[in-house]
């Protein structure tokens, strides 16, 4: 019986190992995995996707109730409600785009040991499957702004920018976080309690503003923290753009992104012999 060639599948070294191309050709599995992943979140459950809306509705009636009328924390003139969904919003597609990110690579092991494919595609999978429960999320934060009477103005053009910066962000932390969670199985314990920690530190209950104007371009270094701002400013057309601080969190997130890129790149060839 003659023996078949035997082809040996490695990842290409340097910068093209990102593979871009072969990212396109591989369309149909990100498809695929986003789909799955959305199926699956929802499977067997009484509400369904409405649990989307419910759980940052429920932060943000918390939230009102302890900041808005207990603390009287500033909204910037905004209905506290508005001002703190709208913030909610943003951190619910960073956290949901995390989290499904960062056990990616993990939870996928079966199909890693088995097939071969750009490993990239698994975090951004996870990433994009958060879209389906952000749109569901905006639809009641539009339905919030027409009940107060706030209409947008231009400045709703720079809104999918920022999307695409929390998206980016979530990417860019979730791809550090799959590769050490081969590794090192603390990640996925540690991350609800970073989370949580993350989102005080992040300006969703409170405005930026209260932050000494001396510090607010540290402050940016959470990324987070110019997308709340960014997300507040295109929806509720305010006068003065929150720039330095958006750009310090943008430049972060760009930073995070390329070493995260080199440091995944790194360690997949050992994906399957440990994961």
Do not use: C, H
């Amino acid at each position: 019986m003659e023996d078949l060639p035997l082809t040996v599948a490695e990842p290409r070294q340097g910068w093209s190992g990102f593979g871009l191309g072969s990212l396109w050709r591989f369309r149909e599995l990100l498809y695929f995995l986003v789909w799955r992943d959305v199926k699956v979140r929802y499977k067997q459950t009484a509400v369904g996707i409405a649990w989307v809306a419910l759980q940052p509705l429920l932060n943000v009636i918390l939230f009102s109730v302890i900041f808005g009328r207990l603390a009287k924390l500033p909204s910037e003139g905004i209905p506290y409600p508005a001002f703190s969904y709208a913030g909610m919003l943003a951190w619910t597609l960073f956290s949901a785009s995390l989290s499904q990110a960062s056990g990616s690579v993990v939870a996928n092991k079966a199909l890693i040991t088995r097939v071969f494919f750009p490993r990239l595609i698994i975090p951004i999978a996870g990433v994009l499957a958060a879209l389906v429960d952000f749109g569901v999320a905006a639809v009641l934060l539009g339905g919030m702004m027409a009940y107060y009477g706030i209409a947008p103005g231009l400045s709703l053009l720079a809104f999918p920018a920022f999307m695409l910066l929390a998206l980016a962000a979530a990417l860019a932390v979730g791809i550090w976080l799959a590769a050490l969670n081969v590794q090192y199985r603390d990640v996925q314990y540690a991350m609800p309690f970073l989370t949580q920690l993350w989102l005080f530190a992040t300006p969703i209950a409170y405005s930026a503003t209260l932050i000494p104007e001396r510090f607010r371009v540290i402050y940016g270094l959470n990324p987070m923290a110019g997308v709340v701002e960014g997300f507040r400013w295109s929806l509720f057309s305010r006068s003065d753009p929150p720039g330095p601080l958006i750009g310090v969190s943008a430049a972060v997130v760009v930073l995070l992104l390329v070493t995260g890129l080199v440091y995944f790149r790194r360690m997949e060839r050992t994906f399957a012999d440990v994961v």
